[in-house]
């Protein structure tokens, strides 16, 4: 079965450098989450949208944003990184709200 | 604080044995959701019980939830080396909305 892709699956930029990481739902899904899990930490809510709106707003900093586009394909664009934002970033999707997430592999994101 | 806590932290068994792992949070929920995550890898779902259960299985996984103690708990039966992992439940604790709450996560570690 289909799942989660994300793209890419390892980016190293530097100090204040920009960073766009990519998901792509399981087909028909039509909602999308994004969620940062730090080195031994717990995974965080960022951010979701349902039918390309957002839907949901969590610890997403001033220096992210994010979209779902038509396809249903979201993009999670991160500007004047910080060495506090390497973290691995996973999306998930659902199909309607409040049904299984299932997550993609990840993107693990070194900021240097 | 909304997210739930997990307990124990950590766990080493014997292949063969049981495993049980324990969930609490604090806030009314919709569904609760367990995910197992290798380290450093994907977060993959294991089982979604939602409020109105009590009591779900999957394979060799068995899950509880008393939502008048707000706790679940994660049984894994004839545990396998390859069940080493974390395991996180999450919680949608969003009043309407689905974003996902994480607990700490239990490291369990099944010895050969």
């Known amino acids: 079965a289909a799942g989660v892709i994300q793209s890419p699956r390892h980016l190293i930029k530097e100090k204040r450098e920009t960073a766009t990481l990519k998901c792509y739902p399981i087909?028909?899904?039509?909602?999308v989450y994004w969620y940062q899990q730090g080195p031994g930490q717990d995974p965080q809510f960022l951010i979701s949208f349902y039918e390309k709106m957002q839907s949901d707003k969590g610890s997403i900093p001033d220096r992210f944003s994010a979209q779902q586009f038509s396809d249903y394909h979201s993009e999670l664009n991160m500007s004047s990184l910080e060495l506090g934002d390497s973290a691995l970033y996973f999306c998930?999707?659902?199909?309607?709200?409040?049904?299984?997430?299932?997550f993609g592999p990840g993107t693990r994101l070194t900021v240097t | 604080s909304q997210q739930g806590e997990e307990d124990p932290q950590a766990l080493s068994i014997q292949e063969g044995e049981n495993a049980t792992m324990n969930c609490s949070y604090k806030t009314s929920i919709n569904n609760l959701q367990w995910y197992r995550q290798n380290s450093g890898r994907g977060l993959v779902h294991l089982i979604l019980?939602?409020?109105?259960?009590r009591e779900k299985h999957s394979g060799r996984l068995r899950v509880t939830l008393d939502t008048s103690k707000k706790s679940s708990s994660l049984l894994i039966t004839a545990s396998r080396a390859a069940d080493t992992a974390s395991y996180f439940c999450?919680?949608?604790?969003?009043?309407?909305?689905?974003?996902?709450?994480f607990g700490k996560g239990t490291r369990l570690s099944v010895i050969a």
């Open positions: 019980i939602r409020s109105n259960e």
């Open positions: 087909p028909r899904h039509d909602t």
């Open positions: 999450a919680t949608d604790a969003y009043s309407g909305n689905t974003p996902l709450v």
């Open positions: 998930a999707s659902s199909l309607g709200i409040q049904n299984e997430q299932y």
